[in-house]
């Protein structure tokens, strides 16, 4: 008889005992020229992460120039009264620097990664862009002509498409918030660099702006460093702006960008609701994620799994703006696509399942995994500096206290299961929601009128 072999297999590893975490509270202070400095330092984090935040919202560019700060933006790494465009690319490359820059409702921001060793280098270069930009007409003129390229595109993309129709359709035409955020074509093509260099004057100082400085710190006289370097840039003294109170009609309605022929049909659903500032986040954060935050959420679960209309539905809140007084607003949406003849079906499940959740409420099940997926995860989703430095950033563009995030993982841990249920369903009332469909209209129009969740208005996709 032949024996049989045998394995040794290795002993199964088992699970350690969690750690205490909290997310890291920074150190503040003031460089001599006003601009505010957040620290943290972070051990074994030697890739260090600087985040300048200029007070410099969309709301702020004048009138028919919609895009100028997103122009002004970019063109801070295109040149200073140092180094030519191509000199200063290449400076960032010889110390293995990145430089990013973008412009949104509350300001513009600027974030830099670099490794430790080279933060002196890296510094010094982003304040001489603060400082000194060049803003040279030929660098100003390409950055128009590379954005007004990018605008077809974003039209034909029908994620984008969407967005820009619940922007227009939930505030009104006077607020900037109804407009994109990069601008039109029709603005863009205004922009030059006098523009450009008028916007910087007006807004840009370190009186009004924030440093968020994150990495290992280990051996480095950040006080002295930041002195010489961002310490450097000077700027006449200035009071923040003012916040106008954001102002949205969520009357219940259905606007379809027609798209003829199109196979899927994008949906994006939404409504303004309470900010980080509202003592309901904690819950409705929870309540959101239970209702299509992951592939195990009600949406998922009907949509994709039961019905198998949809690759994926998510529901999410983003903060639009907040203000000092502790008053703001968030995006609460929706988002998905589905394919064109179930389109009708697909919106009929969804409110389905809204209407589920205000009747029957959230389980507690569901309020456990959606704790765990949260608060579980989040010492993996700071590993990096420029994780942590990005979330403070936006603790200090929303005027939140600086303990905010922490306080924030410890109230979802605390959150209980009826208090998400109530957050989630006033944040999705069935009868407050501004429902945009791009998708061939002659196949879907009739089927959302059937629904009857609002009147149907049908746009041409531009």
């Given at each position: ?5 045998t ?5 199964q ?7 205490p ?11 001599d ?25 969309l ?7 919609d895009?100028?700060a997103?122009i002004m ?7 200073t009264?140092?180094h ?13 620097a990145?430089?990013?820059a973008?412009?949104?409702h509350?300001?513009v921001?600027?974030s830099?990664?670099v490794p430790?060793s ?9 304040a ?7 803003f040279?007409d030929?660098?100003v003129?390409?950055?128009?002509r ?8 974003e039209l034909a993309n ?8 619940l ?5 009104p035409?006077s ?5 994109p ?5 029709e ?8 523009a ?5 004057e007006?807004h840009?100082?370190?009186a009004?702006?924030t440093?968020v400085?994150?990495g290992d710190?280990?051996?480095?006289d950040?006080d ?9 840039w000077?700027?006449?003294t ?17 606007v ?16 303004i609701?309470?900010?980080r500032?509202d003592?309901?986040w904690?819950a ?20 994709r ?9 998510r529901?999410f ?7 000092p ?10 988002s998905?696509?589905?394919?064109t003849?179930?389109t009708g ?12 959740l205000a ?6 099940d ?13 010492p ?7 994780a ?8 200090v ?10 306080d924030?993982?410890?109230q979802?841990?605390a ?14 009332p069935v009868d ?15 089927p ?7 009147e ?5 996709a531009?």
């Amino acid at each position: 008889m032949t024996e049989l072999a045998t394995m040794d297999f290795h002993p199964q590893p088992q699970p350690g005992d969690a750690k205490p975490w909290a997310f890291p509270a920074p150190e503040r202070g003031r460089l001599d020229n006003g601009l505010t400095v957040l620290r943290c330092h972070r051990p074994g984090q030697r890739v260090v992460a600087v985040e300048v935040l200029l007070d410099a919202p969309l709301e702020a560019e004048p009138a028919g120039l919609d895009g100028v700060a997103t122009i002004m933006a970019r063109a801070f790494s295109e040149g200073t009264d140092k180094h030519s465009a191509e000199e200063f690319a290449a400076e960032l490359e010889r110390c293995g620097a990145t430089l990013d820059a973008h412009a949104d409702h509350p300001g513009v921001r600027l974030s830099l990664e670099v490794p430790a060793s080279r933060l002196t280098k890296a510094l010094g270069l982003l304040a001489d862009a603060l400082r000194a930009p060049a803003f040279a007409d030929s660098e100003v003129e390409r950055l128009v002509r590379n954005r007004l390229d990018e605008i077809p595109h974003e039209l034909a993309n029908p994620s984008r498409r969407a967005a820009k129709e619940l922007s227009k359709e939930l505030f009104p035409a006077s607020a900037r918030m109804s407009r994109p955020r990069q601008g039109t074509e029709e603005t863009v093509e205004g922009i030059d660099s006098a523009a450009v260099r008028a916007f910087y004057e007006k807004h840009v100082r370190p009186a009004t702006a924030t440093a968020v400085v994150v990495g290992d710190l280990t051996g480095i006289d950040l006080d002295t460093l930041l002195g010489d370097t961002l310490g450097s840039w000077t700027g006449s003294t200035a009071e923040p702006r003012p916040v106008p109170p954001v102002v949205a009609d969520d009357t219940g309605r259905v606007v379809i960008v027609d798209r003829p022929g199109a196979v899927q049909t994008q949906l994006l659903i939404g409504r303004i609701g309470a900010d980080r500032h509202d003592r309901v986040w904690p819950a409705q954060v929870l309540g959101t994620y239970c209702l299509g935050g992951t592939l195990t959420s009600r949406l998922d679960r009907v949509l994709r799994e039961e019905k198998g209309y949809t690759y994926g539905v998510r529901s999410f809140g983003q903060v639009m703006r907040s203000a000092p007084d502790g008053t703001g607003a968030a995006m609460l949406a929706i988002s998905g696509s589905v394919d064109t003849p179930n389109t009708g079906p697909a919106l009929e499940d969804l409110w389905t399942v809204l209407r589920t959740l205000a009747a029957d409420g959230l389980t507690d099940d569901e309020r456990d995994v959606a704790v765990q997926n949260l608060v579980g995860v989040a010492p993996l989703k700071y590993e990096t500096a420029a994780a942590v430095a990005s979330t403070l950033a936006d603790q200090v563009e929303q005027h939140l206290p600086d303990h905010y995030q922490a306080d924030l993982y410890r109230q979802l841990a605390a959150t209980g299961t009826v208090e998400a249920t109530a957050a989630v369903v006033n944040a999705f009332p069935v009868d407050r929601l501004v429902t945009i469909l791009v998708g061939d209209a002659a196949q879907i129009k009739a089927p959302v009128e059937a629904l009857g969740i609002g009147e149907v208005t049908v746009v041409a996709a531009e």
